[in-house]
């Protein structure tokens, strides 16, 4: 069931996906237009086991769910907060450098379709997901979203 390239850019050139991300957009205004992320986009829906139809059909029905989980998770303050173990700080040349952001790239809606789907499949799927995509301290932002999830849907 896994989703293919050529099926991720025809999800990134849908009007489902365009309509999702100008709704967005009118809710945060820091939006530019950017490049197109194909091939990271497959290898994220992929992993998160999703078809096509699946982020459809989200993008079709669930776009103020959408919505909220965007504003919500970037409403959070320590996401650019790396982690080490305590007393494995790196060296000061091997810390990360903090990139300004320059807007959302095309497809960002779905970093919150991948979040939404394995949020409703349960919290050992997304906190596999997190840690595969290296999300800084995984398991409390997992914490969050369902935090985050449970508060929209209530």
Known sequence: MSISLEETKTVLKSS???EVQEFC????PAFISPEEFATQYQ????YADLSIDEILISLKKDMKILANLFIEINSLDDLDV???????????DEK???IDALGFENGFVL?????????RRGSE???????WKRI???QKFKKQLFHIYNQINS
Not at 82 to 89: A, N, R
């Open 25 to 28: 957009i009118l809710r945060y």
């Open 96 to 98: 990360d450098e903090l």
């Open 82 to 92: 790396q982690e080490f173990p305590l007393g494995e700080d790196p060296d000061d």
């Open 16 to 18: 489902e996906l365009n």
């Open 136 to 138: 800084p301290k995984s």
């Open 111 to 119: 970093h919150y379709v991948i979040y939404l789907s394995l949020l």
């Open 125 to 131: 799927e997304l906190l596999k997901y997190l840690k």
């Open 43 to 46: 290898k994220d829906l992929a």
